[in-house]
């Protein structure tokens, strides 16, 4: 395994698959009325405002913006990441092991979080998975940019 971790191509191609996927999955998504008819609390006049919100932001089709900005920064860390010429040695490993330690926690604590959030209250779920997946997809890219500029600076 380290011995893959050690080509920064191999981590280039991990994030631009990643982040290929998730980024047509947003903007396919976006503006889209059958996604929209399935956002529970669009239009809602409830007592939770933070969903309200945010289903309403997914149903204007601003997702697609969130897609542009992870798919530019994860354009920006393959193309670091690429222009690099030779392996990264053990300690560059490490680094990203961290870094990928980092992004699995945190992406952990929001699986425990959404299991919540879905245990006390069903409704929206469409409108809670997205979040989750917004943060996971932003926790890996920008786990990967620390490594990719922590690696730059030694």
Known sequence: MRHLLKNPAI?????G???????????VTSGHMEFENLLYYN????????????????????QAYIAYALIA???VV?????KRKHPY??????????CLAVATILTLAAIAIFYLMVLSNTNGIVEKFTLFIVI?????????LVYVLVCRWR
């Open 89 to 98: 040695d053990e300690y560059h490993a490490d680094v990203l092991i961290q």
């Open 136 to 144: 996971h997809w932003a926790t890996v890219v920008l786990a990967d």
């Open 17 to 27: 698959i990643f982040s290929a996927f998730y980024g047509l999955i947003f903007i």
């Open 43 to 62: 239009g809602a006049t409830t007592l939770e405002p933070f969903w309200t919100g945010w289903s309403n932001f997914l149903a204007s089709g601003y």
């Open 11 to 15: 981590n280039a191609i991990g994030l």
């Open 73 to 75: 920064l994860s354009s």
């Open 78 to 82: 393959v193309l670091m990441l690429l």
